[in-house]
């Protein structure tokens, strides 16, 4: 198999890369911060307009008609800008429930408006403290009213819409599509450790909510590994830019006469952290490779080593960024905390890179059983 990407795709990647540097400096992520405010909406509009929200979306319902694979490399390049804008979210979990598990008619109504950035989705699993699973979720949808609360929703103080999982009238879990201006729906903001992604607890007492009908546990899942593989390829981009960014750094820093790059030990370090995102792109462009292809059985093992690959890996290069930057390296002033924000953050997205790495042996574990079976 190829695991190079096209002329077209790498002309799709740079070209976002260009966008990015231009629209979203670090600066723009800092502002966020410190205005605190949601996100960048000029930011975001500036994304939709260039098709990048709807890369994915057919064009019939107005979006790019993208594959996959450009989709990933724009999750990179979203990563190492470190866009303080409710991309990720709205694109990897709302958009994508729509699109392989919403109705006709959910479909003609909302992903134009996502397409265009007009309207902003969020995903709603989490309700208390540990990993909450689908299957676990106390949130109900019954007779078309939703009625539950949902924690730490990312975009949820911006979106319009919520794909929020609940349980059906027989308790299976199931996808629920709430307008989030609408009544019997309560949104608080909430701390969130990087201020340039916003969330919110969003509280449903009959709020009106439509069934998303190919939803269920087994389509939830397989949403779940699509997002996480997305999210790696995120961390990816934000891990590579904080190495270059140290490596930048300890070149024009000296010591004794000498940059202190030239130094053993830092030598060591960055060659660790390189070694760390090398890894994670491995497993991620395995992982790219299934959900090109549609082979949702290797997606269920490549998305959970994607993710915990590239969760250590962006966490470990952005607190080495802080340690390598010396004394200032943990100040307001300079940048590193705003990489660790982020590789914090997206770290415990979706769940903990151990509650990955149990789900990634589970699944091992039920393969090397099931193919034990088949043997006699």
């Known amino acids: 198999m190829n695991f190079e990407f096209s002329e077209d795709q790498k002309f799709v990647q740079k070209s976002a890369r260009d966008l990015l540097a231009k629209e979203s ?38 979006g790019a008609g993208m594959g996959y694979l450009e989709l990933v490399l724009l999750a990179e390049e979203i990563g190492r800008s470190l866009a303080p804008i409710p991309f990720s979210h709205s694109v990897y979990l709302a958009t994508e429930a729509l699109l392989h598990c ?32 689908p299957g676990e979720v106390t949130t109900k949808l019954a007779g078309g009213k939703l009625t539950g609360t949902k924690l730490a929703v990312a975009g949820g103080d911006v979106a319009q819409i919520a794909i929020v999982v609940a349980k059906d009238d027989a308790g299976k ?118 959900l090109h292809a549609n082979q949702p059985a290797e997606l269920s093992l490549a998305a959970p080593a994607s993710k915990v690959a590239a969760s250590d890996a962006f966490t470990q290069a952005a607190e080495e960024m802080i340690q390598l930057h010396g004394g200032v390296g943990f100040t307001w002033e300079y940048d590193c905390h705003l990489f660790y924000r982020r590789a914090r953050f997206l770290a415990q997205t979706l769940g903990s890179p151990s509650a990955w790495r149990e789900k990634l042996v589970a699944r091992l574990e039920t393969r090397e059983i099931s193919e034990a079976g088949a043997g006699h």
């Not at 916003?198 to 509280?203: C, I, K, N, T």
Request: charged share 20%; glycine share 10%; with cysteine.
């Open 25 to 62: 400096p670090l600066s723009s992520c800092r502002a966020v911060l410190e205005g605190g405010k949601s996100h960048d909406p000029s930011l975001w509009k500036v994304v939709a307009e260039n098709g990048y929200v709807g890369a994915v979306i057919p064009e019939e319902f107005g």
């Open 102 to 133: 919403g109705s006709d008619a959910q479909k003609k109504k909302w992903l134009p408006k996502l397409a265009s950035g007009e309207a902003i989705g969020a995903f709603a699993l989490d309700e208390g403290l540990g990993e909450t699973q």
């Open 173 to 290: 879990p199931t996808l629920a599509l709430v307008e989030l201006g609408a009544s019997g729906v309560t949104r608080t903001p909430s701390e969130s450790f990087d201020g340039s992604r916003s969330q919110a607890s969003l509280a449903f007492k009959g709020a009106a909510a439509e069934a998303l009908p190919g939803a269920n546990a087994q389509s939830i899942d397989h949403l779940l590994d699509r997002a996480a593989l997305l999210f790696a390829f995120e961390q990816i981009g934000g891990a590579e830019r904080a190495l270059e960014i140290t490596r930048e750094f300890t070149l024009g820093r000296y010591a004794f006469g000498r940059p202190v790059a030239s130094f053993q030990v830092l030598k060591h370090k960055m060659a660790d952290v390189y070694c760390a995102i090398e890894i994670a792109r491995s497993n991620a462009y395995y992982g790219a490779w299934a």
